[in-house]
């Protein structure tokens, strides 16, 4: 073999180790890049639909008139005015419009504070609790906990915890969770 031939055979074999080193590194930034990808559009498949709206509707019911509840006063489809009435009456539509507002407040908090994926079902259920419950308190729930940590049964179960108003046990808010919890594991 002659030394041309060498050395053009010896600059194709480093240029092929190069291009395998290249490629190697780059598979493994586009692989970790797809694993990221697919992890977060997991959680991004997920979010408020019609299914989550009416999961609301069923357990807060429609009040074209303001009503008090436990902290205030609220309207619509369980929309919190305040200590006091801001608006007299309104029509099922306004309060379908209000209540997907209020609704995207919550489905960000599910979406912040729940770190595994989720499916569109559990999603549904941990935003209708967020909604019936407060941002603050669904963030510090251990339903978010558990399911956090990975233990899907545990968050499930801890659903039950939230069937008090004031302290006081409320049966209305017992069926609610058991409802949940069931939307949840299906």
Same mark, same amino acid.
């Given at each position: $073999?002659?030394?041309?031939?060498?050395? %053009?055979?010896?600059?194709?074999?480093?240029?092929?180790?190069? /291009?395998?080193?290249?490629?190697?590194?780059?598979?493994?930034?586009?692989?970790?890049?797809?694993?990221?990808?697919?992890?977060?559009?997991?959680?991004? %498949?997920?979010?408020?639909?019609?299914?989550?709206?009416?999961?609301?509707?069923?357990? #807060?019911?429609?009040?074209? +008139?303001? &009503?008090?509840? /436990? +902290?205030?006063w609220s309207?619509? &489809?369980?929309? &919190? $005015?305040?200590?006091?009435?801001?608006?007299?009456? $309104?029509?099922?539509?306004?309060?379908y419009d209000l209540l997907?507002?209020?609704?995207?407040?919550?489905?960000?908090?599910? +979406?912040?504070?729940?770190?595994?994926?989720?499916?569109?079902?559990?999603?549904?259920?941990?935003?209708?609790?967020?909604?019936?419950?407060?941002?603050?308190?669904?963030?510090?729930?251990?339903?978010?906990?558990?399911?956090? +940590?990975?233990?899907?049964? /545990?968050?499930?179960?801890?659903?039950?915890?939230?069937?008090?108003?004031?302290?006081? &046990?409320?049966?209305? %808010?017992?069926?609610?969770?058991?409802? #949940?919890?069931?939307?949840?594991? /299906?």
């Amino acid at each position: $073999m002659k030394r041309d031939e060498k050395l %053009l055979l010896l600059f194709f074999g480093l240029a092929g180790f190069g /291009a395998y080193l290249w490629f190697s590194q780059t598979g493994k930034q586009l692989a970790q890049e797809a694993a990221t990808q697919i992890e977060t559009g997991v959680k991004r %498949l997920v979010d408020i639909t019609d299914s989550t709206l009416q999961t609301i509707i069923g357990f #807060e019911g429609f009040s074209a +008139k303001p &009503y008090p509840d /436990a +902290k205030g006063w609220s309207i619509g &489809y369980g929309h &919190y $005015m305040g200590p006091s009435p801001t608006m007299q009456s $309104m029509t099922r539509a306004e309060a379908y419009d209000l209540l997907r507002d209020d609704v995207a407040k919550f489905s960000d908090r599910v +979406k912040r504070v729940i770190q595994q994926p989720v499916t569109q079902n559990q999603f549904d259920a941990m935003v209708s609790l967020a909604y019936n419950i407060g941002e603050t308190a669904f963030s510090a729930s251990s339903v978010a906990r558990y399911f956090n +940590k990975g233990d899907v049964y /545990a968050a499930a179960d801890a659903f039950r915890l939230w069937n008090k108003s004031g302290g006081a &046990y409320v049966p209305a %808010l017992a069926a609610r969770r058991e409802s #949940e919890r069931a939307l949840f594991l /299906a």
